[in-house]
């Protein structure tokens, strides 16, 4: 499947407030400059800087009638993230993921009112989920749960189960707080470890779970969003080596999905990495850049460490660290697109977190 990515911005004013007749003005105007057909777009995500809940859930519930306006064929798969891009105060920025293979049918569906879309030939299938959310004033741990239960329940939908991911993401609220529960004192991304262990079960993931990236904002509740994929209803996940002990599943820094020729790699920090590098930005941005070059020059997938990602996400702790950050990575690392977001990372040791797409071309 050749799958593309494009990047655009707007007003965020347009999507807070609810004018859909500018907005799909502006997104029309961009499918058409780029000669692009809207039905084959599979997901939009929309990165804001909204500081209150209700602001965030209006901006979802405009987003989600602009799409369903503008599409021929129902309401493609969307998300809105709170988090702040840095390179602009006013603006929005859009991450579209296009399907530019024709052979491919598209589908937009919903389940239980949450839109996803779904991508499949006579054996493939792949699902791009929405934002799944769960804001419902129940504590974070409830949240995590109720936004596994849903995924659970979708992918069941589609005959699917949770070894078909091949990527995941979380956004949490606030996640560094310490939270007591039943005797133990967890951080919010240890919550969300302790839920995937009820989930995940190790003997449907070939050797490694899904490639994955966690954050957080200032507001409430929990947003998941993911990748799955089957193949003649077998997974579709990350390559790893056939030895590998079944017992000692971890989490993978990269997936290559050999039938959408695309490697994923997650969120990478300077904490994940060997030697724990802690150290100034300049140190941190140069250990995860030599990280990821690693990762796609001993994947196989490339030629050389140096191909072009199709998007680079940059999440930063600091605004301060921006223009530094900005300068190192695109002189090291070639990308069509790149996003620099404002969030909290789950080591507060960590000033950046970095995670990208590469498509074989």
Not at 38 to 67: H, P
Not at 107 to 121: A, G, W
Request: with cysteine; glycine share 6%.
């Amino acid at each position: 499947m050749d799958l593309k990515y494009y990047t655009t911005e707007f007003d965020s004013q347009l999507l807070l407030i609810g004018k859909h007749q500018e907005l799909s003005k502006n997104f029309n105007a961009f499918f058409t400059s780029k000669g692009l057909d809207m039905d084959r777009a599979l997901k939009f995500e929309v990165f804001v800087d909204v500081q209150l809940d209700d602001d965030l859930v209006s901006a979802n519930e405009n987003l989600g009638i602009t799409l369903a306006h503008i599409s021929k064929k129902g309401c493609p798969s969307y998300a809105i993230s709170a988090l702040k891009p840095l390179d602009n105060d006013k603006e929005a920025k859009l991450i579209i993921t296009y399907c530019n293979d024709a052979y491919y049918k598209i589908e937009y569906k919903d389940f239980q009112k949450k839109p996803y879309t779904l991508v499949s030939d006579k054996s493939e299938k792949y699902l791009f989920s929405g934002g799944i959310s769960s804001i419902n004033g129940r504590d974070t741990l409830g949240n995590i749960q109720l936004a596994f239960d849903f995924t659970e329940q979708l992918l069941d939908h589609e005959e699917m189960h949770f070894g078909h991911l091949i990527n995941i993401n979380y956004l949490l609220e606030d996640k560094g707080v310490k939270k007591d529960f039943e005797g133990h004192t967890w951080t919010y991304a240890e919550m969300v470890q302790q839920v995937s262990q009820l989930y995940f079960d190790p003997t449907l993931f070939k050797g490694a779970y899904p490639t994955s990236s966690l954050m957080s904002n200032a507001l409430n509740g929990v947003n998941l969003q993911f990748i799955a994929g089957s193949k003649d209803s077998f997974s579709i996940n990350q390559k790893v080596d056939s030895s590998a002990n079944i017992e000692e599943v971890s989490a993978s820094q990269l997936s290559y999905v050999n039938e959408m020729n695309t490697l994923f790699i997650s969120g990478i920090s300077s904490s994940m990495l060997s030697k724990g590098k802690k150290g100034n930005i300049i140190q941190q941005t140069e250990a995860c850049i030599n990280e990821i070059k690693n990762c796609i020059a001993g994947s196989g997938f490339a030629d050389d460490a140096d191909s072009t990602f199709d998007v680079i996400k940059v999440y930063l702790s600091k605004n301060s660290n921006f223009e530094d950050v900005k300068l190192m990575l695109e002189q090291q690392i070639k990308a069509t697109n790149y996003l620099y977001l404002l969030a909290d990372l789950p080591n507060k040791d960590d000033l950046l977190m970095i995670e990208g797409v590469v498509a074989a071309k």
